[in-house]
């Protein structure tokens, strides 16, 4: 067991973590079981244990949940009930894709609506991407509408134009701005038209593929500019390079000053290792990290960031499907009392108090 939770400690994706270092070495996070941080120099890298595994507090290592402390068991997950009433905004970004269709199954066993941030490119066929599962993104983004979630733009190619990756995922703001909008919005409304959609449901599509962004590799945030309220903030260190990072910020800024598009970043995310696009942790541990959104944009609403692909058929714990995770994370929250939205309504959206 060392020898492999050693092997994984060193090969986790690390990256620079808000964490006060009081000396060298791995510490786990107080509130959060799948996180650990390691010091050196006193900066703080933070990764989170392989899937299936949490923190040990006493060995200070990642280790079988049943030797930890952790209170990550299914059965003390089923009797918690959220403290204060909380809004919960499930997004899944870069779809439709792999793992659409067991994503889009879950949410209908559950009746819970949520925010697809897709990109169009995916109706398209190329060396990577073949004709039936082309077909299949077709048809996964016809039900997204049809059983009432919302779709939004996460850009027509996930800035893949510029690059495969974070790495100067934005060049030239002028045509960057153009892969939103309009261009991701086009074959969507085609293919919903084509579909047989009515005229209020396409104007609705319409509506909320061309004022709802969330930039690509980028956690930037422009909601509600015209009132009181407004959120507006950049993770510049959350893409490098950083100068990358600065250009989204820029197109960030003219979506929504002369646009007048709401930009949606991130509270909280189901970390996913983008190598293999696994989930890192399985439902339980993800449905104890949830809290009530204090530490928000907005109070008492916590916009969670996935991705679809993360849902595709695959072992991930040896036991539980990711698609099993995911629903065994729906019912913990469904029952714990989280309320579900999406996100054309976030701004008005006051988290209510149940009537038991
Ligand atoms: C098409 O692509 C999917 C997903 O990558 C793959 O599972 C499937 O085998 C491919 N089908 C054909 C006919 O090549
Ligand atoms: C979408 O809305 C824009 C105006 O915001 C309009 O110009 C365009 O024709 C609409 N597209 C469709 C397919 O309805
Ligand atoms: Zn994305």
Redesign the pocket.
Known sequence: MVDIVLLFLTLAGQVRAKFTCKSDGHFGDENDCTKFYHCANGRAMGGFCPAGLLWNQATQQCDWPSMTDCDFTIEKAKQLQVESPTILYLTFDDGPNLGTTELLDALKAHNIRATFFINDDNLEITEKRNETQVLENANNLVRIVAEGHMVADHSYDHMKHNSDGPKDAYQDISNDISYFG?RN??PA??LL?KAGFEEAT??FV??TL?YFVRMPYSNNWRVGLDNGRAISADCLECTVPASSSRKAVKIADVLAKEYGVQVFGWDMEWSMNFNTNRIKYGGTPMFMRLGTGAHSKQKGKIVLLCHDIAFRPHEITGSLSAQEELLEFLDLAKNAGYQFKTLDTYYMDEPQTQSV
Do not use: E
């Open positions: 309009p919005a086009a409304l085609y038209k396409i104007n319409n509506y061309n």
